[in-house]
């Protein structure tokens, strides 16, 4: 392919990708009359923090109270912590436990690529055709509406991918690093402590941050599962869909909704660049 095509080809695939990513942006800072303004106003003149202040401080027409049944709503901060403390346990165990099989696969070969690849064909299954089983299970556990419920779902959905990933790290760690240790006279545990798990640690960041973010923008199962004791981010945006074009406070809430994950990207960046740049993208 010629330089120039391939270079133009790149540039409009940046294009299709940033924009909406811009427009969210700028939307978020945009006072009411410019939301559905045309021609469409591409920046604010004067950019404002309205939006913010109304749903993240006011949780303006979706906050506390608002129901007619009388329950409380789970304001913008309820749900992000939520979202936070479902998606940090889920990732960190599916991590952990895909880590383990993946090990115990590369090295013992308890499970094939091929086995590894079923379990990952069995999340490709929609999730609303197991919607009503899990629901009726969910409910008569007592799990409906539940933290610990949704970290137990999260986990259970996020560990064919935990295991498949980490598989492709823990086979791209030398086994004559072992091998020399064991002839050192040093035990398996304090071999995996001390040897594996140093070069793991960037596999073991990008496989996190890979699964937090499936697990902080999940919706489906979020809807069916939460109630009013729980709700997630996801489920408190969709508060928004039928709320007059409301696109300012949306947008607010997306752009509040996408600054934890790339605090948490930044935070381990060191390992996530060295992560991604061998193991499931160098296969």
């Known amino acids: ?61 979706t906050g506390i109270g608002i129901p007619s049944d009388g329950t409380e709503v789970i304001g913008p901060w309820g749900a992000l ?22 090990y115990g696969a590369s090295r013992y070969r308890i499970l094939t690529d091929s086995q590894l690849l079923y379990f990952l064909m069995l999340r490709m299954i929609p999730p609303f055709v197991v919607a009503a089983p899990v629901f009726l299970w969910f409910s008569a556990l007592g799990l409906e509406d539940t ?4 970290i137990m779902l999260y986990t259970l959905i996020t560990v064919p991918y935990a295991m498949l990933v ?15 240790a064991e002839m050192l006279g040093a035990g398996r545990w304090r071999i995996i402590w001390e040897i594996v798990l140093p070069l793991l640690r960037p596999g073991l960041a990008a496989t996190f941050l890979f699964l937090f973010i499936l697990n902080w923008s999940e919706y489906f199962f979020a809807l069916i599962l939460s109630k009013t004791d729980v709700s997630t981010l996801p489920v ?10 409301a696109n300012g406070f949306q947008a607010a809430l997306s752009v509040g909704s996408t600054l934890p994950l790339i605090v948490i990207g930044l935070l381990i960046r060191k390992h996530l660049v060295r992560g991604l740049s061998f193991g499931f993208v160098r296969r």
């Not at 408190?236 to 007059?244: D, Q, T």
């Open 147 to 150: 933290l610990i419920g949704l």
């Open 81 to 102: 912590i939520n979202t936070f403390i479902i998606a940090l346990i889920s990732s960190t165990v599916a991590t952990v436990f895909g880590a383990v099989v993946a």
């Open 236 to 245: 408190h945006l969709n508060r928004w869909a039928g709320n007059g074009g």
């Open 166 to 180: 980490m598989k492709s790290f823990v086979d791209e760690v030398p086994r004559e690093y072992e091998y020399a």
């Open 1 to 61: 392919m010629h330089p120039a095509l391939r270079h133009g080809l790149l540039l409009t695939w940046l294009v299709i990708v940033v924009f909406p990513l811009f427009w969210i942006v700028a939307t978020s800072f945009k006072p009411p009359q410019d939301w559905n303004a045309w021609p469409a106003v591409w920046w604010p003149s004067e950019p404002t923090l309205f939006n913010y202040i109304q749903v993240w401080v006011n949780d303006f027409a």
